[in-house]
């Protein structure tokens, strides 16, 4: 906006205006005194540029897009830990751990009998892709196998500032409230470990598209099926099954909410 404020335009223009009677050259008194404050207006004009392209979302450096976008109540995505089902031949101990690759992970709970829930020390999408033997990082007596046979929630990177900006942009398309379509969406996709969600209405007991009965078909953050640990997860945050259209979840009073995983075909 400002390109044309250099500081040649800005001192010839400061020059312009004092008497012709006085000396202006190069080196006399007047162009000494005025040259150092034009460099400085036109410093000047660069920050105002720069202040100017971080007040709007769409030339926003990431800093100054969190804030504005914040403003509406959206943050950018943080890096998550991939969460792992493990199996072994006997019981072990909770936060024991295991060896895979070059990833580290670390035992959070039982699942059932000799199947524990294990999360990677290590942030971000990297680690999805490992599945195999476990090595123990310390001796287990009685251990013999131990295998990661199953990523249950996948690790992600933190949002990419350009995916960030478009998913605030589009925020301004269509108005999130109160548990329309755009709301379950932006709340469900901001959820770790769901990389894609579509909201239904949904048949009641009686087998009936019922107002209030809401199904949400969903995929995991590698676009996959999603496991019942991330299922169980997103029913819990939306609206948990214990106390279904309670409102106890971020689903509206009155909302009955399904979460499944999309089949594969």
Same mark, same amino acid.
């Given at each position: 906006?400002?390109?044309?404020?250099?500081?040649?335009?800005?001192?010839?223009?400061?020059?312009?205006?004092?008497?012709?009677?006085?000396?202006?050259?190069?080196?006399?008194?007047?162009?000494?005194?005025?040259?150092?404050?034009?460099?400085?207006?036109?410093?000047?004009?660069?920050?105002?540029?720069?202040?100017?392209?971080?007040?709007?979302?769409?030339?926003?450096?990431?800093?100054?897009?969190?804030?504005?976008?914040?403003?509406?109540?959206?943050?950018?995505?943080?890096?998550?830990?991939?969460?792992?089902?493990?199996?072994?031949?006997?019981?072990?101990?909770?936060?024991?751990?295991?060896?895979?690759?070059?990833?580290?992970?670390?035992?959070?709970?039982?699942?059932?009998?000799?199947?524990?829930?294990?999360?990677?020390?290590? &942030?971000?999408?990297?680690?999805?892709?490992?599945?195999?033997?476990?090595?123990?990082?310390?001796?287990?007596?009685?251990?013999?196998?131990?295998?990661?046979?199953?990523?249950?929630?996948?690790?992600?990177?933190?949002?990419?500032?350009?995916?960030?900006?478009?998913?605030? &942009?589009?925020?301004?398309?269509?108005?999130?409230?109160?548990?329309?379509?755009?709301?379950?969406?932006?709340?469900? &996709?901001?959820?770790?470990?769901?990389?894609?969600?579509?909201?239904?209405?949904?048949?009641?007991?009686?087998?009936?598209?019922?107002?209030?009965?809401?199904? &949400?078909?969903?995929?995991?953050?590698?676009?996959?099926?999603?496991?019942?640990?991330?299922?169980?997860?997103?029913?819990?945050?939306?609206?948990?099954?214990?106390?279904?259209?309670?409102?106890?979840?971020?689903?509206?009073?009155?909302?009955?909410?399904?979460?499944?995983?999309?089949?594969?075909?």
């Amino acid at each position: 906006m400002y390109e044309e404020m250099t500081y040649e335009s800005i001192l010839s223009n400061a020059l312009v205006k004092v008497p012709a009677d006085i000396d202006k050259r190069e080196g006399s008194m007047i162009y000494t005194a005025l040259a150092p404050a034009c460099a400085e207006l036109a410093q000047m004009y660069i920050e105002l540029d720069l202040i100017l392209n971080e007040t709007f979302a769409d030339t926003a450096s990431r800093d100054f897009l969190v804030r504005r976008a914040s403003e509406r109540g959206i943050k950018p995505k943080e890096a998550t830990y991939v969460v792992v089902r493990g199996e072994f031949n006997i019981d072990i101990p909770i936060g024991s751990r295991y060896s895979l690759d070059k990833f580290t992970y670390i035992t959070r709970k039982k699942l059932s009998d000799r199947i524990y829930e294990l999360e990677c020390e290590i &942030l971000g999408s990297t680690p999805n892709g490992s599945i195999g033997k476990l090595i123990p990082i310390e001796y287990i007596d009685g251990l013999e196998t131990a295998m990661v046979t199953e990523i249950l929630i996948p690790g992600e990177d933190e949002e990419d500032t350009e995916l960030f900006r478009k998913r605030y &942009l589009d925020s301004f398309d269509a108005q999130a409230f109160g548990g329309n379509c755009a709301d379950y969406k932006e709340k469900v &996709l901001g959820l770790s470990g769901v990389g894609a969600v579509k909201v239904y209405r949904a048949m009641n007991v009686s087998g009936e598209v019922a107002g209030g009965n809401v199904k &949400l078909t969903i995929l995991d953050s590698s676009l996959n099926k999603p496991s019942n640990v991330l299922l169980n997860m997103v029913q819990t945050a939306v609206d948990p099954t214990n106390n279904s259209g309670d409102g106890e979840g971020f689903a509206p009073l009155w909302h009955f909410v399904h979460v499944m995983g999309a089949k594969e075909t």
